[in-house]
Nanobody, 123 residues
Framework: QVQLVESGGGLVQAGGSLRLTCAAS????????MGWFRQAPGKEREFVAG???????SIADSVKGRFTISRDNAKNTVYLQMNSLKPEDTALYYC?????????????????WGQGTQVTVSS
């Protein structure tokens, strides 16, 4: 059983930056792809970024050029660096882990989810 704990969310002004961290425990970290998803009130959960164990990544078009995903396999941690934040980035951000390396952007391809960390961007 994998446990995921997100941190780093908060309130930031438009144009600012945040770095989200997801700490994983209870499994072999390198056996999982990792992803970040977000959900705003009244909207469906959407893919933000994903990274496989070997380091290949996928980034949603809506955040491409502003957000970067990375992982430190020695620390069992995945990061989401968010720059040039916009009010429309406001959401609850979730970290997820999945064994199948396919489907980086597909929520049901992830078995484990964290509780989420809130990101609020003011205009």
């Amino acid at each position: 059983q994998v446990q995921l704990v997100e941190s780093g969310g908060g309130l930031v002004q438009a144009g600012g930056s945040l770095r989200l961290t997801c700490a994983a425990s209870g499994g072999t970290f390198t056996g999982y792809k990792m992803g970040w998803f977000r959900q705003a009130p009244g909207k469906e959960r959407e893919f933000v970024a994903g990274i496989r164990a070997g380091g290949t990544t996928s980034i949603a078009d809506s955040v491409k050029g502003r957000f970067t995903i990375s992982r430190d396999n020695a620390k069992n941690t995945v990061y989401l660096q968010m720059n040039s934040l916009k009010p429309e980035d406001t959401a609850l951000y979730y970290c997820a882990a999945g064994r199948n390396p396919l489907g980086l952007a597909v929520p049901h391809m992830y078995e484990y989810w964290g509780q989420g960390t809130q990101v609020t961007v003011s205009s």
